[in-house]
Nanobody
Framework: QVQLVESGGGLVQPGGSLRLSCAAS????????MGWYRQAPGKQRELVAR???????NYADSVKGRFTVSRDNAKNTVFLQMNSLRPEDTAVYYC????????????????WGQGTQVTVSS
């Protein structure tokens, strides 16, 4: 199995910053990309930011210029630096891994962390 463990969420005032981390472990065979999604109450889960093995990134329009996704490939870890946070950024943030596990080396899969709460409020 593939495990993803997130950390770094919390309560922050508008305009503040937070840094999320997600470490992947377990029976990983290969990783194509890692990233972050979020889900606010009553809304669908949406992509926040994603980074491929080659370093290509894509962001939701709402976070461009404020959030930065990065990876430490050697440690199978992905980060999300969030600056200039707004109340509308409040959500549960989920780490995502696109790749394959050793028991199924020919099948692409998507793996999820349990989520970390980010609340932006004064």
């Amino acid at each position: 199995q593939v495990q993803l463990v997130e950390s770094g969420g919390g309560l922050v005032q508008p305009g503040g910053s937070l840094r999320l981390s997600c470490a992947a472990s377990g029976s990983i065979f290969s990783i194509n990309a890692m990233g972050w999604y979020r889900q606010a109450p009553g809304k669908q889960r949406e992509l926040v930011a994603r980074i491929t093995n080659g370093g290509s990134t894509n962001y939701a329009d709402s976070v461009k210029g404020r959030f930065t996704v990065s990876r430490d490939n050697a440690k199978n870890t992905v980060f999300l630096q969030m600056n200039s946070l707004r109340p509308e950024d409040t959500a549960v943030y989920y780490c995502n891994l696109e790749g394959r596990e050793r028991s199924r080396p020919f099948n692409d899969g998507a793996y999820w962390g349990q989520g970390t709460q980010v609340t932006v409020s004064s």
